[in-house]
């Protein structure tokens, strides 16, 4: 019987598996064919990930102690891990990104191959691949079967075309998967989409009390990352004093049973609602263990409908939350693998190199709305869809920051956020960036957008319903000198007629003041002053 006693660490290695953060899943298909006397696992963090975009401290925690968790627990299995860690103190690494540790490694063990399930990151694949050109050891690139779709597939089920669409690309899943579909192929229910069942607001009484999401308090591992973490990237953003996220597929499995059990049963008729001092809601908060492969797919999905056959959930809960993960999340994959690397650089609104506010990192703003829910990101990491959309990415679409600023800002703030998926949702649907590609038309509103799904504009200086004048709301401003800027760009499209139709209807002289003052309002985000 093998034991970890008979290999040294110095044992030339048949193949090397290369393990990335991203990709902490034992059914990998970097595992296939593995034999722990022969084959070893390589894992490593790397100051360049740590600090190419200027990463929250939460993030940082999360992956580095779940990476942490999973070499331990591939070791308790008798499989030889070579892991670089991150010390306190910079001059102690071996090498600053995956590149070059990777290079040093090979060098010393001389495997005879790699193997290397797809990255969730363009960049990193690149930097793998070239790496690997320069050694002798062949590569391996092997899918990554943590997906229901694969980039090969993704154009026929999107429409094959230029034009994709996430609604049809979702119903022809559904009904390949056989997930809420009778015998006939139809959706349960009667229909495919239950979104116009998922808008509901708390109105003025609010949410009432909600159990927030379970917390998972840091062990011993964990406070270790923290102490690192703390030391060497203290001045990035983010507080850890509440670290409180599952770090391990054990911790991972018991958030979803308690999200199927206790919040999706509300989660869908208030998915879009907000409320001031409450950034979880009925929300899941899974995205991060799924997109790190402690969670699969596929058995979010089938608690889910399971909850709904066994009576315990409302279709359009259970249909909001498949939509996301087997219509949204599988939509978004695709888009990235089939059209990068061009897709990083594209902006399609020609924005100047704006950088996103200041407001965005410090949370320092006199926006009732922005301010509260910037107090949730610093101290979570994390907010639901409709704050990063209709909020903080509105603001940048609407004052004009470049989509890869934008983009970059969402991969440093929020602990779910992986290339793959980031890029498409912030530059693509949040900032219009792609030209229409995630989204046909962009997503823009007034302040009154807030102030229905809200209490926010109740606690705001600002006037939800004025655009000119020093009370009115900066989103009111910004949303129809949007429009006025982009007129010739926007007002054939079918889907934003009424909101030209509004615009036409604006004066003359009304329209000259909401220009000086969206100028005025972005000249003192330029300068950093609070507004």
């Given at each position: 019987?093998?034991?970890?006693?008979?290999?040294?660490?110095?044992?030339?290695p048949?193949?090397?598996?290369?393990?990335?953060?991203?990709?902490?899943?034992?059914?990998?298909?970097?595992?296939?064919?593995?034999?722990?006397?022969?084959?070893?696992?390589w894992?490593?963090?790397?100051?360049?990930?740590?600090?190419?975009?200027?990463?929250?401290?939460?993030?940082?925690?999360?992956?580095?102690?779940?990476?942490?968790?999973?070499?331990?627990?591939?070791?308790?299995?008798?499989?030889?891990?070579?892991?670089?860690?991150?010390?306190?103190?910079?001059?102690?690494?071996?090498?600053?990104?995956?590149?070059?540790?990777?290079?040093?490694?090979?060098?010393?063990?001389?495997?005879?191959?790699?193997?290397?399930?797809r990255p969730?990151?363009?960049?990193?694949?690149?930097?793998?691949?070239?790496?690997?050109?320069?050694?002798?050891?062949?590569?391996?690139?092997?899918?990554?079967?943590?997906?229901?779709?694969?980039?090969?597939?993704?154009?026929?089920?999107?429409?094959?075309?230029?034009?994709l669409?996430?609604?049809s690309?979702?119903?022809?899943?559904?009904?390949?998967?056989?997930v809420?579909?009778?015998?006939?192929?139809?959706?349960?229910?009667?229909?495919?989409?239950?979104?116009?069942?998922?808008?509901?607001?708390?109105?003025?009484?609010?949410?009432?009390?909600?159990?927030?999401?379970?917390?998972?308090?840091?062990?011993?591992?964990?406070?270790?990352?923290?102490?690192?973490?703390?030391?060497?990237?203290?001045?990035?953003?983010?507080?850890?004093?509440?670290?409180?996220?599952?770090v391990t597929?054990?911790?991972?499995?018991?958030?979803?049973?308690e999200?199927?059990?206790?919040?999706?049963?509300?989660?869908?008729?208030?998915?879009?609602?907000?409320?001031?001092?409450?950034?979880?809601?009925?929300?899941?908060?899974?995205s991060?263990?799924?997109?790190?492969?402690?969670?699969?797919?596929?058995?979010?999905?089938?608690?889910?409908?399971?909850?709904?056959?066994?009576?315990?959930?409302?279709?359009?809960?259970?249909?909001?939350?498949?939509?996301?993960?087997?219509?949204?999340?599988?939509?978004?994959?695709?888009?990235?693998?089939?059209?990068?690397?061009?897709?990083?650089?594209?902006?399609?609104?020609?924005?100047?190199d704006?950088?996103?506010?200041?407001?965005?990192?410090?949370?320092?703003t006199?926006?009732?709305?922005?301010?509260?829910?910037?107090r949730?990101?610093?101290?979570?990491?994390?907010?639901?869809?409709?704050?990063?959309?209709?909020?903080?990415?509105?603001?940048?679409?609407?004052?004009?920051?470049?989509?890869?600023?934008?983009?970059?800002?969402?991969?440093?703030?929020?602990?779910?956020?992986?290339?793959?998926?980031?890029?498409?949702?912030?530059?693509?649907?949040?900032?219009y960036?792609?030209g229409?590609?995630?989204?046909?038309k962009?997503?823009?509103?007034?302040?009154?957008?807030?102030?229905?799904?809200?209490?926010?504009?109740?606690?705001?200086?600002?006037?939800?319903?004025?655009?000119?004048?020093?009370?009115?709301?900066?989103?009111?401003?910004?949303?129809?000198d949007?429009?006025?800027?982009?007129?010739?760009?926007?007002?054939?499209?079918?889907?934003?007629?009424?909101?030209?139709?509004?615009?036409?209807?604006?004066?003359?002289?009304?329209?000259?003041?909401i220009?000086?003052?969206?100028?005025?309002?972005?000249?003192?985000?330029?300068?950093?002053?609070?507004?």
């Amino acid at each position: 019987m093998f034991t970890m006693s008979e290999y040294s660490p110095t044992t030339r290695p048949r193949n090397l598996l290369l393990v990335l953060g991203d990709q902490l899943n034992d059914d990998s298909a970097a595992f296939d064919g593995f034999n722990p006397e022969h084959d070893a696992l390589w894992m490593a963090e790397t100051a360049e990930e740590a600090t190419h975009v200027w990463c929250h401290k939460q993030r940082l925690v999360l992956f580095f102690s779940a990476m942490r968790h999973f070499r331990d627990g591939q070791r308790a299995k008798g499989r030889h891990v070579h892991y670089h860690e991150l010390s306190r103190r910079p001059s102690d690494d071996r090498g600053k990104n995956f590149a070059e540790i990777l290079t040093r490694d090979v060098h010393r063990l001389r495997p005879d191959k790699l193997i290397l399930v797809r990255p969730g990151d363009h960049r990193v694949l690149t930097q793998l691949r070239n790496a690997a050109d320069s050694l002798n050891p062949d590569l391996d690139l092997r899918p990554d079967r943590h997906f229901y779709v694969t980039p090969e597939e993704f154009q026929d089920l999107a429409g094959g075309g230029q034009t994709l669409r996430m609604e049809s690309f979702y119903r022809r899943l559904r009904k390949r998967e056989g997930v809420l579909v009778d015998d006939d192929g139809q959706p349960e229910g009667g229909d495919w989409n239950y979104d116009r069942d998922n808008r509901e607001s708390f109105g003025k009484t609010g949410p009432g009390d909600i159990k927030p999401p379970r917390r998972f308090h840091p062990d011993d591992l964990t406070r270790e990352v923290v102490d690192m973490v703390e030391a060497r990237f203290n001045d990035h953003p983010g507080s850890l004093d509440t670290f409180d996220l599952p770090v391990t597929r054990k911790q991972a499995l018991a958030a979803l049973r308690e999200f199927i059990e206790l919040r999706l049963p509300t989660f869908g008729a208030y998915e879009d609602a907000m409320w001031s001092g409450e950034p979880f809601l009925y929300h899941s908060r899974l995205s991060a263990v799924l997109n790190m492969k402690l969670l699969h797919p596929r058995e979010c999905v089938d608690k889910a409908v399971d909850a709904y056959h066994d009576g315990l959930a409302p279709l359009n809960s259970v249909e909001g939350f498949v939509r996301q993960i087997l219509g949204w999340r599988e939509f978004i994959r695709g888009v990235y693998w089939t059209r990068m690397p061009d897709y990083a650089d594209l902006n399609a609104l020609e924005c100047d190199d704006r950088d996103v506010p200041d407001f965005f990192w410090n949370g320092e703003t006199d926006m009732a709305c922005v301010a509260d829910i910037m107090r949730g990101l610093r101290t979570n990491g994390w907010t639901h869809h409709i704050p990063r959309l209709m909020v903080l990415g509105q603001f940048a679409l609407l004052s004009g920051v470049h989509p890869r600023r934008f983009h970059e800002w969402h991969m440093a703030m929020y602990t779910d956020a992986v290339d793959w998926v980031s890029l498409p949702n912030a530059l693509g649907m949040s900032q219009y960036g792609d030209g229409g590609i995630v989204g046909t038309k962009p997503y823009c509103a007034s302040g009154n957008y807030i102030h229905r799904m809200s209490n926010y504009c109740g606690q705001c200086p600002y006037h939800p319903k004025h655009a000119a004048g020093d009370d009115a709301c900066p989103f009111t401003t910004l949303y129809w000198d949007f429009l006025d800027r982009h007129r010739d760009r926007f007002a054939d499209n079918p889907r934003m007629k009424v909101q030209f139709l509004n615009l036409k209807r604006k004066a003359d002289e009304e329209m000259r003041e909401i220009r000086a003052r969206a100028r005025h309002l972005r000249k003192a985000v330029d300068r950093g002053e609070r507004i």
